[in-house]
């Protein structure tokens, strides 16, 4: 049996996802205990009674974990409350030390939220609700290939602050899904609530789709699709597991509501052991933690002091800097290049130039060696002074770009390395004439033919001239020297 | 009968070491000398489940030689027993469980730091009943405590063993922990004072936890003096426990210079029914005359939801430890038995580890907790719960000062003599209600029956343990020897 397309069974069913996404929070200490969260370690080393979960130990909320959880949440456009409570899930796990996970579940810190992915082909925006943001704890980590035999498990995760978005089910596609995903990472970026990486495991996607006929408004029997590693890896399994679907209804079948594992290597899902409805977690309030009762007044200034939005960012980039959409979007995909962007134009005062700038060379030597624009050897004031230099007359564009090279590989001053290396633009006419000389007398088969009219030959002779200079001339000025020259000496 | 001597009251001690009459050392040792002149051990009165001589005589030097050059601590050279389910370090802490066989904590309650900066001595951990679990202590996996007064009766429960180390008169001052009449009920058998705090006045830091919405640290003391100095040193605000409140402890000490004219002390019929040990209902009238003749004014009250206590306790409490026993899994510490798989190392850690009555509560817990009974049983008995602490707020802002009501409908009953669980929780029918309203209450020695022990229960509002200190001393006072006759 061949495998149908995925536009043949579009054509007849559509699809319906929701996410559920689990986003590390930013702190430097866990939830409930003051053990580092960083990532790494050596097994078992940022642990203490707490979050080990030792007899007589209690937690204590880290208030940082909630001024990221209620940023993100507002960033979302969720109305956060100004109470909510801890409650405990409970369920048997070797990495659940506690045998509980302390999370929020009747009266989450934020509900009712928004994010808009695009626009569709009228221009409407494609919304996608946010049902809930709540806070909770992270388990450690049950380690399966170390030992023969054995399970081992490493608690330094155990307790590390989450948030865990909620979102209705208003995707359609994969597609959707994916945009979703890289819409919200970008504005978890731009809140610097989270480092949003799914191979560090700090952000953890599990999703909620099921299968419809088209013009059904009814949902179907939804399925939960876990184990994914990458946003693409969510795009794909929604995909196979939907067409999984399509096909047992198409034969006339039930889909079960079960949780299905993706498996990446060999892009198949399969059903998890653990039975959908089998767990019944028993929440009730946390009793070791009061309600968590947040100030009007504090809601209203986390509010107000809001980093900027992607959204906020790209529409004043577009028109601050007059650049066009592909740019803008290009600039501000991540906040820190937007933040390098808009220093190196502040700085020069030509916004264009530092676009082209930010996206030609900037990102072509940060792709090469992998680096990031934070830890960038140019810094954007050493930017913004080789296009100064450029602007004045100082170098001319091939030049900076071997000055470039330099600031890249050493960290100094755009000035200085083209004093050092020669590279400050010649404007001698001596000097230029005298280079032009050789050239024409290096050249005279080019010198004849660009004299008998076949003017495209000029670069040639521009080339041959920059490279005498090592890129020293003006490639117009020497551009007119050529001309003048060829012309009026017959 | 091995209880009457009672043990040099803290206040004596202090002044002792201070003055250099005698050192910590010299206090340790008596206690130790007490403790085996009346078999505290295993095979006499069961108190102990762990001390270690040794190791108590080199921490007694310790902290002679730490507290020379600094201002001497209010429990100075003072040994006070720890129940074991209240974490120290050396000491295993095992809550007289199976469970935790072996176990050292390593790190210790801040109740047992706050004590050993005052300069006492942690002294040995005492039996209960196997995780606060019980009435008598005959749940604990080390046998049950006999009474120091009669030792074919019980101590009571769970901190038994700390109130028969008190009454025994080998510590002045003992640490005990509250769920539901842990520590008052034991007071009252034993003939001891035994303190129950305001929910938040004292850390829950390093209590194992039963059930976190009702626990609480209490304080058993000879005499009321004691037990106040000892409230004293480990009540206040904890960073490290988020229900513990940030209200400044007065010094309770001071309460005994409070006279109690004018005092409006309530006597609720709820606690006074028909069917009450007429003998214990003398005591309790005699000890309210004494109050009267003192200048109080004893009124009679409603506590009118007083029947629901003990249902709404017995959903509440095992609800929220069918959850923090979840802990004890065999993973990380404790006992671990080898079974088929995880599940099965699950099953037999958990069947082999816990005893009948934990493994019932555990049981009862997850089933109320249950998708489609959460709100038929633990949401209505929250409901009910607001109730009970609606009626003592409403008692109270009806101008009653504090209630006095008999702290156990009986004196100690015999070991073995209830084997009915249902039958066994009704002898907290009148402590439980402070637990779920979280207000403060004492028991204190008010006479005997038979020779046994009957204790008077005081109720006071949240945080107004100083009013029930000042009734207490003044109670004790009037009473003299009639308390232990
Ligand atoms: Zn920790």
């Known amino acids: 049996m061949t495998a149908p397309t995925m536009d043949a069974l579009l054509a007849n069913w559509e699809m319906v996802v929701g996410l559920e996404v689990h986003c590390q929070l930013k702190t430097n200490s866990k939830a409930f205990c003051g053990c580092s969260a960083a990532y790494g370690g050596q097994p078992n080393t940022n642990v203490c009674p707490v979050c080990l979960a030792l007899p007589g130990a209690l937690p204590v909320l880290n208030g940082r974990a909630v001024e990221l959880a209620t940023t993100a949440a507002l960033a979302l456009n969720c109305t956060v409350h100004p109470v909510s409570v801890f409650a405990r899930k409970n369920y048997f796990y070797p990495d659940l030390p506690k045998g509980y996970q302390i999370s929020q579940f009747d009266q989450p810190l934020a509900t009712g939220g928004h994010v808009d992915i695009g626009r569709r082909a009228d221009s409407s925006p494609i919304r996608i609700g946010v049902t809930r943001v709540h806070m909770e704890e992270d388990a450690g980590k049950s380690v399966h290939d170390r030992y023969p035999g054995v399970t081992a498990i490493d608690l330094n995760r155990s307790g590390v602050p989450l948030i865990e978005i909620v979102s209705e089910p208003d995707m359609r596609s994969a597609e959707e899904a994916g945009a979703y995903l890289r819409v919200l990472k970008q504005i978890l970026e731009y809140m610097d609530v989270s480092d949003d990486s799914m191979e560090e495991g700090s952000l953890r996607v599990d999703a909620n789709v099921s299968a419809r006929r088209r013009g059904e408004t009814a949902l179907g029997t939804k399925t939960e699709v876990k184990n994914m590693n990458s946003f693409s890896g969510v795009e794909r399994a929604l995909e196979v597991e939907w067409i999984r679907q399509v096909g047992v209804l198409e034969a006339g079948g039930t889909v079960q509501q079960q949780t299905m594992l993706w498996d990446g290597a060999a892009q198949q899902v399969r059903p998890s052991r653990t039975k959908e409805g089998s767990h019944d977690y028993r929440y009730f309030p946390e009793p070791d933690l009061p309600p968590l009762v947040l100030a009007i007044d504090w809601i209203a200034k986390m509010r107000h002091d809001l980093p900027e939005l992607p959204a906020d960012r790209r529409a004043r980039f577009a028109k601050d800097y007059g650049l066009g959409e592909y740019d803008v979007d290009l600039i501000t995909a991540n906040p820190r290049l937007a933040d390098y962007y808009e220093s190196v134009a502040r700085a020069h005062g030509d916004p264009k130039a530092a676009a082209n700038w930010v996206m030609g060379d900037v990102l072509a030597q940060l792709k090469t060696t992998g680096q990031d624009i934070t830890t960038f050897r140019v810094r954007p004031q050493d930017l913004a002074g080789l296009l100064n230099l450029m602007r004045d007359g100082v170098v001319t564009h091939t030049a900076a770009r071997q000055v470039f090279a330099r600031m890249v590989a050493t960290g100094d001053a755009p000035a200085q390395i083209a004093e050092r290396e020669g590279l400050v633009k010649v404007n001698d006419d001596g000097q230029l004439a005298g280079w032009l000389d050789e050239v024409i007398a290096e050249h005279p088969a080019e010198v004849e033919r660009f004299r008998a009219g076949e003017k495209k030959l000029q670069g040639v002779l521009i080339g041959a001239m920059m490279k005498k200079s090592r890129g020293r001339a003006d490639a117009k000025q020497i551009g007119a020297m050529i001309a003048k020259r060829l012309t009026s000496n017959e | ?485």
């Open chain 2, 1 to 485: 009968m091995t209880a009457g001597e009672r043990p040099r009251s803290a206040a004596d001690v202090r002044k002792e070491v201070r003055n250099g009459a005698r050192d910590t050392q010299a206090t340790v040792e008596q206690a130790l000398q007490r403790a085996f002149d009346v078999k505290a051990g295993m095979d006499g009165l069961n108190i102990f489940v762990s001390l270690d001589d040794a190791l108590l005589r080199e921490h007694a030097r310790g902290a002679a030689t730490q507290l020379a050059d600094t201002e001497p601590g209010s429990l100075l050279g003072v040994p006070v027993a720890i129940k074991d389910n209240i974490a120290s370090l050396h000491h295993p802490t095992t809550c007289g469980s199976r469970m935790l066989k072996g176990y050292i904590s390593p790190y210790e309650a801040t109740v047992v730091a706050r004590l050993r900066a005052a300069g006492a001595v942690p002294f040995g951990k005492t039996n209960m009943d196997e995780f606060a679990m019980g009435s008598s202590t005959e749940n604990s996996a080390y046998g049950p405590t006999l009474n120091p007064h009669q030792t074919d009766r019980t101590p009571g429960g769970s901190s038994g063993g700390s109130a028969a180390a008190v009454a025994a008169g080998i510590v002045p001052i003992a640490l005990g922990s509250e769920t539901g009449g842990s520590v008052r009920q034991p007071a009252a058998f034993c003939g001891v004072v035994g303190v129950k705090p305001t929910y938040g006045r004292v850390s829950r830091f390093g209590l194992v936890a039963f059930a976190s919405s009702l626990d609480q640290v209490g304080v058993f003391g000879a005499t009321v003096d004691d037990a106040a100095r000892g409230l004293r040193v480990i009540a206040g605000h904890d960073p490290l426990d988020s229900t513990s409140a940030d209200i400044p402890v007065p010094d309770y000490t001071l309460a005994g210079t409070h006279s109690v004219k004018g005092m409006v002390i309530g006597r609720p019929k709820e606690y006074f029914p028909e069917s009450l040990d007429p003998r214990v209902r003398a005591r309790c009238d005699a000890a309210l005359a004494h109050l009267a003749a003192l200048g109080a004014i004893v009124k009679d009250v409603s506590l009118p939801h007083t029947d629901l206590a003990v249902p709404v306790y017995y959903i509440v409490a095992p609800a929220e430890a069918s959850s923090n026993l979840a802990r004890f899994d065999g993973v990380r510490y404790g006992r671990r038995l080898p079974g088929d798989g995880l599940r099965g190392m699950y099953e037999a850690t958990r069947t082999g580890g816990f005893g009948p009555e934990v493994t019932r509560r555990i049981l009862l817990g997850t089933y109320v907790l249950s998708a489609g009974y959460y709100d038929a049983y633990y949401r209505k008995a929250q409901r009910v719960r607001t109730l009970i602490a609606d009626d003592f707020g409403s008692v109270f802002g009806s101008g009653v000062d504090l209630l006095f009501t008999p702290t156990t409908p009986t004196p100690a009953f015999r070991l073995g003599a209830i084997s009915d669980p249902y039958e066994m929780y009704m002898s907290d029918i009148f402590t439980v209600t402070a637990n779920l309203a979280g207000v403060p209450a004492m028991s204190q020695p008010i006479g005997r029956v038979d020779g046994l022990p009957v204790g008077g229960q005081l109720i006071a509002p949240h945080f107004e343990e100083d009013r029930m200190f000042a009734a207490a001393y003044a109670l004790e006072r009037a009473l003299g020897d009639e308390a232990h006759r």
